[in-house]
């Protein structure tokens, strides 16, 4: 029995992710993985891979990093979970206030979807109102029935909650603004991603969150992946904008399983216990939300992001990776079919058929001939462990790789193919 069998046989999609399951990544895949040294991964038989998922994005300064994984066993050592509140959950706290530009107050937990759930909860508390408006263009936002409810793969949510969650589009003002015509009188928030793959245009960000203002809506920004990638403090500071309530995980303690709820005074105390008389809100209470090992990994992720101008270099590097791929699809004649895409901090690859549509083929074609040069690159996901000699082999991964996606282009990529194809998360059957 491989790998991949004794994985299936015992959790559920055979990891604990999706986007971690066998479906998502080629035949020629690593099933399963021992170790991460700065940009790079092995195997089970110590085989070496310069990867760019770096965990889900949640690895950005580099695997095992000394200096992180020193401060966190530094508070193993402390007992790593207290009776009370930590001397480091009191520092941590205090450090994301000062960083985080709209946040008063923050309650760390273990992952993204707890964070971003409370938020919607404290959102309905505070307007006594039901309806979330969610970005249609950002990919995930919660395993919580109020977003899983609006994809393809609700099977299990009640049909009342379903309804609950309505969906615009980004950059689109005017979607939104129907939206909240057609139910004045119900939203309780609006939740999206300050970007992903484009800046916002128009003055996009600014104009739903007016819109959010002047009918009463809870304004939230999910920073799960632009937190500490964009700017130090955050999206909403590069963009300079200050949402009600936010909230953070990923890349905020390089791998350790940090996430955090922040926001305004206002929404945050809501969940507090000082105000006399006020109405309870169960917001977050979880055992290990403030487990020191993480909260000092978030400290050192800090202080080594601030000491070697961490975010300008995935900037660069993201910018040179770009040009550089863009360069070696035009010199194989597929510049119309393999396209770079997204920022500088964040690119993003698109692989398209002949009819100009997204190609899971030739994306699973494209990724199976990188792992064949010694990158897994099943997105791109940057870190300040990729360096010069990685950007050098990276790109003559990509000349190689390219020269067989020529080739598919022309005479069809199951002909190069070897297995299944990739498929997409939200699908509504295996």
């Known amino acids: 029995m491989n790998y991949n069998e004794r994985l299936q046989r015992v959790i559920p999609g055979g990891a604990h992710t999706y986007s971690r399951g066998s479906d998502q990544f080629p035949e020629n895949a690593p099933q399963i993985l021992d170790r991460g040294e700065g940009a790079y991964v092995y195997d089970d038989k110590d085989n070496k891979f310069l990867d760019y998922g770096m965990a889900l994005r949640a690895v950005n300064l580099g695997y095992a990093n000394e200096a992180v994984n020193k401060a966190a066993w530094a508070q193993i050592e402390k007992g790593n979970n207290l009776t009370r509140a930590s001397m480091i959950e009191l520092e941590a706290a205090e450090l994301f206030v000062d960083l985080i530009p709209s946040a008063d107050m923050v309650k760390f937990t273990k992952n993204g979807s707890t964070a971003t759930t409370a938020a919607v909860k404290l959102a309905r508390a505070y307007t006594g109102k039901e309806m979330v408006l969610r970005c249609a263009d950002h990919p995930f936002f919660s395993f919580d029935d109020w977003f899983i409810g609006s994809t393809v793969m609700n099977k299990g949510v009640p049909e009342n909650i379903v309804k609950q969650t309505q969906m615009f589009k980004y950059n689109d003002i005017d979607s939104l603004k129907a939206l909240i015509d057609a139910n004045p009188d119900n939203i309780a928030c609006l939740i999206m991603e300050p970007s992903t793959t484009e800046h916002p245009k128009d003055d ?9 203002k002047d009918n009463g809506i809870v304004f939230i920004l999910d920073e799960m992946i632009t937190g500490f990638r964009w700017a130090l403090g955050g999206a909403q500071q590069y963009y300079n904008i200050e949402p009600d309530l936010c909230t953070f995980g990923k890349a905020m303690a390089n791998g350790f399983a940090v996430a955090a709820l ?19 809100v169960f917001l977050l209470s979880t055992t290990h939300g403030a487990e020191m090992c993480g909260l000092g990994a978030f400290i050192e992720t800090i202080n080594f992001i601030k000491q070697n101008n961490v975010i300008d270099h995935l900037w660069q590097y993201g910018e040179k990776l770009k040009q ?17 895409t997204g920022l500088g901090c964040s690119p993003n690859y698109l692989t398209l058929g002949k009819d100009g549509a997204p190609c899971f083929g030739l994306r699973t074609l494209f990724s199976q001939e990188m792992i064949k040069n010694g990158v897994l690159m099943p997105w791109i996901a940057l870190s300040y462990a990729h360096q010069d000699a990685e950007l050098e082999q990276t790109m003559a991964a990509v000349d190689k790789a390219l020269a067989v996606y020529k080739k598919a282009l022309d005479e069809g990529y199951q002909n190069y193919l070897v297995g299944k194809v990739i498929k997409p998360v939200f699908r509504p059957q295996n």
């Open 204 to 212: 996009f960000l600014h104009k739903a969150q007016q819109l959010c």
């Open 324 to 340: 550089g791929m863009s360069e070696l699809a035009k010199k194989h004649g597929v510049e119309d079919s393999f396209k770079m």
């Open 262 to 280: 922040a926001g305004k005074r206002e929404f945050m105390d809501l969940g507090g216990i000082t105000e006399e008389g006020q109405d309870r």
